[in-house]
């Protein structure tokens, strides 16, 4: 918690809480199973690693994820700065990119629920659920499916 100018290869971590209130965090290789990873976190990247837990990266800033597998309920929610390139979702992954804004997500495989939005774009293999709801702050996320 709170550090800064962090750089991980090979992590293996089944705690709670890991990556909180951090700064410039470069994460490789990692298998992190955890709850509230990276929350409260500004300028984070995280390159071919495995992400389950509740509530990733929420009121994060600058986040970036590339190649990486993502499980766990509600994920990157209430962000600002998310882009993922290349990144897969575990089915039971759910309202996923809540209050999130600034989005540039391309994702392999399937998503399969994705809750109000703000802004950016999301691009999967195919998408699940998409829900606006009375809650929605924004409906300015360009969301599509890959054509073949």
Known sequence: MFCENVFV????????????????????????TTKDSFWECDNVS?????????YLAWHSKNVRLVRCHIAGEQPLCYLDGITLEDCTFDSACDRAFEDSKRIDATILGEISEIKNPIS????????????????????????????A
């Open 9 to 32: 290869d090979g992590l293996v971590s089944d705690s709670k809480y890991v990556f909180q209130y951090c700064k410039n965090v470069e994460v490789h290789n990692a298998r992190i």
């Open 46 to 54: 995280v390159f071919d690693s495995v992400l389950d837990g509740e």
């Open 120 to 147: 950016g774009r999301i691009i999967a293999d195919k998408v699940g659920k998409v829900t606006y709801d009375e809650f929605a702050k924004g409906h300015n996320t360009i969301i599509t499916e890959k054509t």
